[in-house]
Nanobody, 127 residues
Framework: QVQLVESGGGLVQAGGSLRLSCVVS????????MGWFRQAPGKEREFVAN????????LYEDSVKGRFTIARDNAKNTVYLHMNSLKPEDTAVYYC????????????????????WGQGTQVTVSS
């Protein structure tokens, strides 16, 4: 059974940085495309970034380009989201997700394409 566990969230001032981690167990992490999504209060869950199984291809939502970086360490079964220059509008619960379709050419862009999700980690950015 594949499980995803996020960590690294917290409270940070605007302009600060955080690194989120998502550890995957029980599956073949190195074969999965991975994504980060976020959900702010009263809003729908939205795409933030994804990375393919090899780490060679990434995609970012426009509002985080140049500030966030997604990366993976297949030896540690972990995907990261490095977040810099944080803004109050980045406040949300952040979720990682795994595409269980192994070795896909591209990591998915949409929620329904991901087969399994973590429980989320809260990120709060104060102004």
């Amino acid at each position: 059974q594949v499980q995803l566990v996020e960590s690294g969230g917290g409270l940070v001032q605007a302009g600060g940085s955080l690194r989120l981690s998502c550890v995957v167990s029980g599956g073949t992490f190195s074969a999965y495309g991975m994504g980060w999504f976020r959900q702010a209060p009263g809003k729908e869950r939205e795409f933030v970034a994804n990375i393919d199984w090899s780490g060679g291809n990434t995609l970012y939502e426009d509002s985080v380009k140049g500030r966030f970086t997604i990366a993976r360490d297949n030896a540690k079964n972990t995907v990261y989201l490095h977040m810099n220059s944080l803004k109050p509008e980045d406040t949300a619960v952040y979720y990682c997700a795994a595409d269980l379709d192994k070795y896909s050419a591209w990591a998915p862009r949409y929620l329904y394409e991901y087969g399994i999700w973590g429980q989320g980690t809260q990120v709060t950015v104060s102004s």
